[in-house]
């Protein structure tokens, strides 16, 4: 039996005098409404109404009973309105900079379709994304992690403003001789990629191929890690989307494979699920990138 259904047919007849009428405040059917009465009269054993004439009385029993069915109804009422809210409630998630706006608009509208009001904040740098979800200064956010860890992941290479005219890019080919001068041709890497998983990779394989420590630089942001590229020789570490986004030439890396991946991390368990199983396409989508493992959510 449902208890406060039963209750409201109970609290609705008892206000109205009448089946038909009390059924109709109730939202159900009068047969329903005589149904559920009659439930719980034989849940407590007794009557609620007396029968006997066209209207329907209360028993003293049911006099007795209809203060505590009123209280049941209204904090049944109350907790429905709570959940609506806390449905309308923002949903803060921290994602990374490399999502377009497009793209974070589609997973806003993604999220709404779905009952579910996203707060979109945009940081650029890992380590604050996941001091944020720390501080729980957001419900969640897609973190940086590495590609064992992840629910997607994006293969990284090299772009240049230039077609390389090779079908793979070694980074033996930036090594300058000793009898070289001029400035040496650089690998941007852009504030997403400042992450141990590929910063160390990349650093062993600079030292391990002779290249000046120079030649391996951390930018302070996109924009000036692409503006170098365009102006100059350099080249920036970035997936194959992101460099047809910026009109770049790209190509996987020839000694080391790199991959950018990406859980979704949550402040408090059990968030991230409903987030990641139903928006996991649209997520997908911001990153460039087709899931991979959308079980991997994270307290």
Request: charged share 25%; hydrophobic share 45%; with cysteine.
């Amino acid at each position: 039996m449902d208890l406060v259904a039963a209750c409201r047919a109970f609290v609705c007849v008892s206000e109205r005098g009448s089946f038909t009428f009390g059924a109709v405040a109730a939202g159900m059917s009068q047969p329903v409404a005589s149904r559920r009465v009659a439930a719980l009269e034989k849940h407590f054993g007794e009557l609620l109404f007396e029968r006997t004439s066209r209207r329907p009385h209360l028993t003293s029993f049911g006099r007795d009973m209809l203060p505590a069915a009123r209280r049941l109804v209204k904090a049944a009422d109350v907790l429905q309105q709570e959940a609506e809210a806390a449905k309308r409630r923002p949903w803060r998630l921290a994602v990374p900079g490399i999502c377009s706006t497009g793209d974070l608009a589609q997973l806003v509208a993604d999220a709404r379709a779905d009952g579910v009001t996203l707060d979109i904040h945009v940081v650029p740098m890992p380590r604050e994304r996941q001091e944020l979800v720390r501080a729980q200064q957001v419900r969640a956010a897609l973190l940086a992690v590495p590609q064992d860890e992840a629910a997607w992941s994006i293969p990284l290479g090299l772009a240049t403003a230039k077609d390389p005219g090779v079908r793979r890019f070694y980074v033996e080919s930036l090594r300058m001789g000793r009898a070289s001068s001029g400035q040496a041709r650089r690998i941007w890497v852009q504030p997403e990629d400042d992450v141990p998983h590929i910063r160390d990779p990349l650093t062993r394989l600079r030292d391990a191929l002779g290249l000046r420590p120079t030649q391996l630089v951390v930018a302070t942001d996109l924009t000036s890690a692409v503006a170098e590229a365009l102006c100059s020789y350099d080249v920036l570490l970035c997936s194959a989307a992101q460099a047809e986004q910026l009109s770049l030439f790209w190509r996987p890396m020839g000694e080391l494979t790199l991959i950018r991946g990406f859980a979704l991390v949550a402040a408090e368990p059990g968030d991230p699920q409903r987030i990641g199983a139903r928006l996991g396409a649209a997520v997908a989508r911001c990153l460039d990138v087709a899931p991979t493992r959308p079980d991997a959510v994270k307290r």
